[in-house]
């Protein structure tokens, strides 16, 4: 009889590697792209402090 040998192996261990690496990159990305859109907005607002009141209060 032979033995089943259990846990994941290195091509599962790869693709989770690779679907965790890749979410990462995306999850960065997005938050990258984010934050230079308000602070470019940000940026173009300076000129008029009252839309920067308007938009972040008091």
Do not use: C, H, Y
Not at 16 to 36: D, E, I, P
Not at 42 to 52: C, N
């Amino acid at each position: 009889m032979s033995r089943r040998k259990r846990g994941i192996s290195a091509v599962q261990t790869a693709v989770v590697l690779a679907l965790l690496a890749a979410g990462l990159f995306l999850g960065v990305r997005s938050l990258g792209t984010n934050t230079s859109s308000e602070l470019d907005q940000t940026a173009s607002e300076i000129g008029d402090p009252s839309s920067l009141v308007d938009r972040f209060g008091n």
